[in-house]
C-alpha cells in the first residue's frame, strides 16, 4: 500500500460535470432512454430487488400456511398459484435479472471498457426482462378474464405435461406464463450474446484471456450456457402454446402425445439453469475472497478450468431431476454418473477459495462475512447435492421437502448470500458511498439465523416422508413443529432483507463517501472514480497481469514477475 | 450442524407408524435404500468435517488481527499443480465408490426379477384418488391398497403397474418403497415386499393440480389371514339390503348422477371416473383419506365435497336433506 495512486492518473477527466438542475420527468427520461451500462446495470438490480421483495412475500404467505396443520389461511388454488409464482418470479425475475445487473455493471470496468458490445441491445434486452415480468404478474388480474384476482398460473414453475393443457388448465393463466418466459427468454439471449461480445472483443490492451477476472471468465461461460439452454426453453413454450391453441400433440397425452418429452425439454433448459444462476455467485466470491485475504486467487487456471468443465458437465446430468418417471436402469446409472462428475470440479473450487483464504489477512467487513457463508452453505448444498445424485435415495428424496431444503441451499444459501455479499461490495462503486456496516451486519447475522431456521429444518421434514407442493398436512404426520420453526425462520429473514433495503436508501444520502477503491481491491473497476463517469476511463488502460492494480501498489513486487 | 439435525429424523421404530420416515423402512425396497443412504451419509459427513473444519480454522487463524503497526500484505501464492492434482484425484476416487455402489443398487431394485406367484396389483392415479385393480383377484378398490405380508423364507412380494388416467401423480410410501412416478402414456412398475403388518401412510409426490395435497394413500399390509379375509370380502358383490331407506338411498343413487362415474358391483351403477363404491365400508378413510369414513363425513361429504376437498372433481348434486339421508343410508350398507 506504500504508493496508492488511485484513481490512476490520466485515466480521469477531472473537468467538474456541469451543474445541472434535472426536473424528474429528464431524470425519468433520461434512465428510460440510457443505452448505458451501469445504467442498465442498475435498472436489473432494482428490477430483481423489486421481485426479490414481492417473491418473498408470496414464500410469507406461503410459510404462514404452512405453519400449522390443516390451516385455512390460503385456498389450495390460491397456494398453488403463489408457489408456481413465487419460483418463477424467483428463477426468472430476480436471479437472471441480478446476474445481469453484475454483468452489465461490472464486466464492462473490469476488463477496462467503456461499454457493452451492444449498447442498443443492452437496453432492449433490459426492457423485454421487464415486460416479460409484468405480463406474468398482469396475469393475475388477467388470467382467467377479469372476472377477479388470483388467476396467476398455478402449475408450478416446471409446468409438468399434461397438467398445462387446455384440459386441465382452462383459461389464459398458463398462457400468460408460457408466453412471458418466451418474451424474457429474448431478453436473456439478448444480454448472452451481448455478454460474450463484450469479452470476446472489448478488452483492454494486455488483458488477455487468462489475465481476465474471474467474475468476467464467469460470465462468459454463464452467456454461453444460456444460448444454449434458453432454446429449448423456448421451443418447449411455443410447443406448449401450439398444444394449447393449434390443436397440436407435442405434450397432450390424450392423443399420443408425451409428458415425459415436455420434462427433458424443461429440465434440458432447467439444470443448466441452476448453474447459470449459481456462476454470478462463483464470480462475486472469486472476486471477494482474495480482496478481503489479501492475496491472489489459489489456482486461477485450476478456477477457469473448473468453471468451463462445469459449464459443460452441467449440459449433461438434466435427467437425475427424473429419476423417479421410469427410466430404464442403464439410463439412471448414467445420470448418476455425470451428476457425482460435477462435484469434482465444485470440489476444486471451493477447495482453491480455501486456499486463497489460507495464510491470508482475512478481513471480515460485510461482504467477506457473506462470502464466508456462502462457503459453508455452499459445501452443505454440494453434499445433499450428492446424496440427491444417489438414484435409490433420490426415489425417497425426490419432491420431498429434502429436495426443497437442497436448492433452497443452493439459490439462497449460496446465491442470495453471495447477492448481497456483491452489493455490499460493488455499491461504493455505484454510488460512491459506503454502505453502513452496522446494518449490513444485523442484515448478515439475522439472515444467517433465519436461514439455517428454515433451511436447515426442511432436510428433517423431507426426511420424515413430507412431500414439497402441498397446500396442508395432515395433523399426526408429526411435521408441525418443525413447521412452525421454519416459518418464523422465513420471518426472521424477512426482517433482514427489510433492514437490507433500509441499508440501501439510507447509505445512498448518509453513507460514507467512498473513494475510488475503498477495499484496498486490485482489479480495474478500482482504477476509476465512484461513480464512474460515463465514459467509464478516459485514456483506456493497460494490463500486464490479473491484479493491474496491485502492479501499480507494489512497483516492487510486481505480479507480473510471476504469471 | 446439518448432520445432526439430522439425528431426530433417525427414529428407529419397527413397524408402521404415523411420521413416514424414509429412516424408518418396513419394506425390502425401503429398507436397501436406507442401507445405502447410511452409506452415503457416512461419507459425505466425513467430507463435511474435514471442509468444514478447516474452514472454521482458517477464519479463525487467518483472520486479521488489526495489528495497527503491520501493513503488509501477507505473502502472495499463485498455486500449486501438486496439490490441484491432489484434490482433483481424491474427489474423482470417491465419485468411483459412490457410483459404482449406486450403480449396484439400481440394477437390483429396478431390475428385480419378478417371482411367478408375486402379487399384481395395477395402480391408476386420477385427480385426486388412487384406483388399485388386482387382476388376478378380480377385485377393484380405491385409496386404501392391501397387499400381503411377505413371510420369511416364503417371499411374496407385490408389483405394482402404475397408470395415469389423466396427469403426472407419484406413488410414495416412504416406509416401503421410493416413489415411482405414474405418467399418462408411459407405464411404469415398482415393487414392495414388506416385512412387518400393519398401516403404512403416504401420499401422491407428483403436484397433480388444486387438490394434489388431499391425495392421501393409505396401504395396510395384511397377514396371510387378514388378507385372505379381506380378498373374500371384495370378492363379494355389494350387500343387497332391502330396508325401505336403503331401496329408496339405492334409487337416489341410480336415478342421480352418482351412477354416471361410481360402480357398484351387482347393481347397474358401473361407471368408473370415480372411485369403486362395492365395498366403501371396508375402507376406514373417504375422500382418499382426507376424513376418516363415519356416517357425518359420508353425507356431507355427498351434500358438499368442496367442504373437505375444495376443488375436488365430485360435484355438489344439490340433493334433498332427506334425498341425502336416505343415500347415506344406502352407502352405510356396503360393507
Given amino acids: 500500500m506504500a504508493d496508492r495512486t488511485i484513481p490512476i492518473e490520466g485515466t480521469l477527466d477531472l473537468t467538474p460535470p456541469p451543474v445541472d438542475q434535472q426536473t424528474w420527468l429528464e431524470t425519468v427520461h433520461e434512465w428510460v432512454t440510457t443505452v448505458d451500462h451501469k445504467k442498465l446495470g442498475l435498472l436489473y438490480m432494482m428490477l430483481s430487488i423489486f421481485f426479490l421483495l414481492v417473491g418473498g412475500v408470496e414464500a410469507l404467505a406461503i410459510r404462514i400456511q404452512l405453519a400449522v396443520p390443516n390451516n385455512h389461511f390460503l385456498a389450495p388454488d390460491t397456494y398453488n398459484r403463489l408457489f408456481t409464482m413465487h419460483g418463477t418470479t424467483m428463477v426468472f425475475l430476480v436471479g437472471m435479472p441480478f446476474l445481469f445487473g453484475f454483468t452489465n455493471y461490472i464486466v464492462p470496468l473490469q476488463i477496462?471498457?467503456?461499454?457493452?458490445?451492444?449498447?442498443?441491445?443492452?437496453?432492449?434486452?433490459?426492457?423485454?426482462?421487464?415486460?416479460?415480468?409484468?405480463?406474468?404478474?398482469?396475469?393475475?388480474?388477467?388470467?382467467?378474464?377479469?372476472?377477479?384476482?388470483?388467476?396467476?398460473?398455478?402449475?408450478?414453475?416446471?409446468?409438468?405435461?399434461?397438467?398445462?393443457?387446455?384440459?386441465?388448465?382452462?383459461?389464459?393463466?398458463?398462457?400468460?406464463?408460457?408466453?412471458?418466459?418466451?418474451?424474457?427468454?429474448?431478453?436473456?439471449?439478448?444480454?448472452?450474446?451481448?455478454?460474450?461480445?463484450?469479452?470476446?472483443?472489448?478488452?483492454?490492451?494486455?488483458?488477455?484471456?487468462?489475465?481476465?477476472?474471474?467474475?468476467?471468465?464467469?460470465?462468459?461461460?454463464?452467456?454461453?450456457?444460456?444460448?444454449?439452454?434458453?432454446?429449448?426453453?423456448?421451443?418447449?413454450q411455443i410447443m406448449l402454446s401450439i398444444d394449447r391453441y393449434l390443436g397440436g400433440h407435442f405434450f397432450d397425452t390424450q392423443a399420443g402425445g408425451s409428458a415425459v418429452v415436455w420434462m427433458h425439454f424443461f429440465w434440458i433448459f432447467g439444470h443448466p439453469e441452476v448453474y447459470v444462476l449459481v456462476f454470478p455467485a462463483f464470480g462475486i466470491a472469486s472476486e471477494v475472497i482474495p480482496v478481503f485475504s489479501r492475496k491472489a486467487i489459489f489456482g486461477y487456471p485450476a478456477m477457469v478450468a473448473a468453471s468451463v468443465g462445469i459449464g459443460f458437465i452441467s449440459l449433461g446430468v438434466w435427467a437425475h431431476h427424473m429419476f423417479t418417471v421410469g427410466m430404464t436402469s442403464v439410463s439412471n446409472a448414467f445420470f448418476v454418473l455425470s451428476t457425482m462428475l460435477v462435484g469434482v470440479p465444485t470440489g476444486i473450487k471451493l477447495f482453491n477459495w480455501l486456499a486463497t483464504m489460507w495464510g491470508g489477512k482475512i478481513r471480515f467487513k460485510v461482504p467477506m462475512l457473506f462470502c464466508t457463508a456462502f462457503l459453508f452453505q455452499f459445501l452443505i448444498a454440494g453434499l445433499t447435492g450428492i446424496m440427491l445424485s444417489i438414484a435409490p435415495w433420490d426415489w425417497q428424496l425426490h419432491n420431498s421437502y429434502f429436495v426443497v431444503a437442497h436448492f433452497h441451499y443452493m439459490l439462497v444459501g449460496a446465491i442470495v448470500f453471495n447477492i448481497f455479499s456483491g452489493i455490499y461490495y460493488w455499491y461504493p462503486k455505484a454510488t460512491g458511498r459506503m454502505m453502513s456496516e452496522t446494518l449490513g451486519k444485523w442484515h448478515f447475522w439475522l439472515f444467517l439465523i433465519g436461514f439455517h431456521m428454515t433451511f436447515d429444518l426442511m432436510h428433517v421434514v423431507g426426511v420424515d416422508g413430507m412431500p414439497r407442493s402441498i397446500y396442508t398436512y395432515e395433523a399426526d404426520r408429526g411435521w408441525a413443529h418443525l413447521n412452525m420453526i421454519i416459518s418464523i425462520g422465513g420471518f426472521i429473514q424477512a426482517i433482514a432483507v427489510l433492514i437490507f433495503a433500509y441499508n440501501l436508501f439510507w447509505s445512498y444520502y448518509r453513507g460514507r463517501e467512498a473513494g475510488s477503491d475503498p477495499w484496498d481491491a486490485w482489479t480495474l473497476e478500482w482504477s476509476t472514480s465512484s461513480p464512474p463517469p460515463v465514459y467509464n476511463f478516459a485514456v483506456p488502460p493497460e494490463v500486464k497481469s490479473r491484479r493491474p492494480l496491485w502492479d501499480i501498489k507494489h512497483p516492487e513486487d510486481p505480479d507480473w514477475k510471476y504469471e | 450442524?446439518?448432520?445432526?439435525?439430522?439425528?431426530?429424523?433417525?427414529?428407529?421404530?419397527?413397524?408402521?407408524?404415523?411420521?413416514?420416515?424414509?429412516?424408518?423402512?418396513?419394506?425390502?425396497?425401503?429398507?436397501?435404500?436406507?442401507?445405502?443412504?447410511?452409506?452415503?451419509?457416512?461419507?459425505?459427513?466425513?467430507?463435511?468435517?474435514?471442509?468444514?473444519?478447516?474452514?472454521?480454522?482458517?477464519?479463525?487463524?487467518?483472520?486479521?488481527?488489526?495489528?495497527?503497526?503491520?501493513?503488509?500484505?501477507?505473502?502472495?501464492?499463485?498455486?500449486?499443480?501438486?496439490?490441484?492434482?491432489?484434490?482433483?484425484?481424491?474427489?474423482?476416487?470417491?465419485?468411483?465408490?459412490?457410483?459404482?455402489?449406486?450403480?449396484?443398487?439400481?440394477?437390483?431394485?429396478?431390475?428385480?426379477?419378478?417371482?411367478?406367484?408375486?402379487?399384481?396389483?395395477?395402480?391408476?392415479?386420477?385427480?385426486?384418488?388412487?384406483?388399485?385393480?388386482?387382476?388376478?383377484?378380480?377385485?377393484?378398490?380405491?385409496?386404501?391398497?392391501?397387499?400381503?405380508?411377505?413371510?420369511?423364507?416364503?417371499?411374496?412380494?407385490?408389483?405394482?403397474?402404475?397408470?395415469?388416467?389423466?396427469?403426472?401423480?407419484?406413488?410414495?410410501?416412504?416406509?416401503?418403497?421410493?416413489?415411482?412416478?405414474?405418467?399418462?402414456?408411459?407405464?411404469?412398475?415398482?415393487?414392495?415386499?414388506?416385512?412387518?403388518?400393519?398401516?403404512?401412510?403416504?401420499?401422491?409426490?407428483?403436484?397433480?393440480?388444486?387438490?394434489?395435497?388431499?391425495?392421501?394413500?393409505?396401504?395396510?399390509?395384511?397377514?396371510?389371514?387378514?388378507?385372505?379375509?379381506?380378498?373374500?370380502?371384495?370378492?363379494?358383490?355389494?350387500?343387497?339390503?332391502?330396508?325401505?331407506?336403503?331401496?329408496?338411498?339405492?334409487?337416489?343413487?341410480?336415478?342421480?348422477?352418482?351412477?354416471?362415474?361410481?360402480?357398484?358391483?351387482?347393481?347397474?351403477?358401473?361407471?368408473?371416473?370415480?372411485?369403486?363404491?362395492?365395498?366403501?365400508?371396508?375402507?376406514?378413510?373417504?375422500?382418499?383419506?382426507?376424513?376418516?369414513?363415519?356416517?357425518?363425513?359420508?353425507?356431507?361429504?355427498?351434500?358438499?365435497?368442496?367442504?373437505?376437498?375444495?376443488?375436488?372433481?365430485?360435484?355438489?348434486?344439490?340433493l334433498t336433506n332427506q334425498q341425502l339421508d336416505e343415500v347415506t343410508a344406502y352407502l352405510e350398507t356396503l360393507k
Fill in chain 1, 112 to 236: 477496462g471498457a467503456r461499454d457493452m458490445a451492444f449498447p442498443r441491445l443492452n437496453a432492449f434486452s433490459f426492457w423485454m426482462t421487464l415486460f416479460g415480468g409484468l405480463m406474468l404478474y398482469y396475469s393475475f388480474l388477467g388470467g382467467s378474464g377479469l372476472y377477479g384476482v388470483g388467476n396467476a398460473p398455478d402449475v408450478g414453475w416446471w409446468a409438468y405435461a399434461p397438467l398445462t393443457a387446455r384440459a386441465f388448465s382452462p383459461g389464459n393463466a398458463t398462457d400468460y406464463w408460457a408466453l412471458s418466459l418466451i418474451v424474457t427468454g429474448v431478453g436473456t439471449l439478448g444480454g448472452a450474446i451481448n455478454t460474450i461480445a463484450t469479452v470476446i472483443c472489448m478488452r483492454c490492451k494486455g488483458m488477455t484471456l487468462m489475465r481476465m477476472p474471474l467474475f468476467a471468465w464467469l460470465m462468459l461461460v454463464v452467456s454461453g450456457l444460456l444460448l444454449i439452454t434458453i432454446t429449448p426453453l423456448t421451443a418447449a
Fill in chain 2, 1 to 318: 450442524m446439518l448432520f445432526f439435525l439430522l439425528l431426530p429424523a433417525l427414529a428407529f421404530a419397527d413397524g408402521p407408524q404415523s411420521m413416514p420416515s424414509i429412516f424408518a423402512p418396513a419394506s425390502t425396497p425401503a429398507s436397501d435404500i436406507f442401507s445405502l443412504s447410511l452409506f452415503v451419509l457416512a461419507i459425505t459427513g466425513g467430507i463435511f468435517l474435514v471442509v468444514a473444519g478447516i474452514l472454521t480454522y482458517v477464519i479463525f487463524r487467518f483472520r486479521d488481527k488489526g495489528d495497527a503497526g503491520d501493513k503488509h500484505e501477507p505473502a502472495q501464492v499463485f498455486g500449486s499443480t501438486q496439490i490441484e492434482m491432489a484434490w482433483t484425484v481424491i474427489p474423482v476416487l470417491i465419485v468411483v465408490v459412490l457410483f459404482l455402489t449406486t450403480a449396484r443398487m439400481i440394477f437390483a431394485i429396478q431390475d428385480a426379477p419378478k417371482p411367478a406367484d408375486a402379487m399384481d396389483v395395477t395402480v391408476v392415479g386420477h385427480q385426486f384418488w388412487w384406483e388399485f385393480r388386482y387382476p388376478k383377484l378380480g377385485i377393484v378398490t380405491a385409496n386404501e391398497l392391501h397387499v400381503p405380508l411377505s413371510a420369511k423364507g416364503h417371499p411374496e412380494p407385490t408389483y405394482l403397474k402404475l397408470y395415469s388416467a389423466d396427469v403426472d401423480h407419484s406413488f410414495w410410501v416412504p416406509q416401503l418403497a421410493g416413489k415411482t412416478d405414474l405418467i399418462p402414456n408411459h407405464p411404469n412398475l415398482t415393487w414392495v415386499e414388506p416385512q412387518q403388518p400393519g398401516l403404512y401412510l403416504g401420499q401422491c409426490a407428483q403436484f397433480c393440480g388444486i387438490e394434489h395435497a388431499k391425495m392421501l394413500l393409505r396401504v395396510y399390509v395384511d397377514t396371510p389371514a387378514q388378507f385372505a379375509a379381506w380378498v373374500k370380502n371384495q370378492e363379494q358383490p355389494a350387500v343387497d339390503d332391502q330396508s325401505p331407506e336403503v331401496v329408496a338411498g339405492r334409487r337416489v343413487f341410480e336415478t342421480e348422477a352418482c351412477m354416471n362415474c361410481h360402480t357398484i358391483r351387482g347393481t347397474v351403477a358401473t361407471g368408473r371416473f370415480g372411485p369403486d363404491l362395492t365395498h366403501l365400508m371396508s375402507r376406514s378413510t373417504i375422500a382418499s383419506g382426507a376424513v376418516p369414513n363415519t356416517e357425518v363425513n359420508l353425507r356431507e361429504w355427498i351434500k358438499d365435497p368442496d367442504h373437505f376437498k375444495p376443488g375436488s372433481q365430485m360435484p355438489a348434486m344439490q
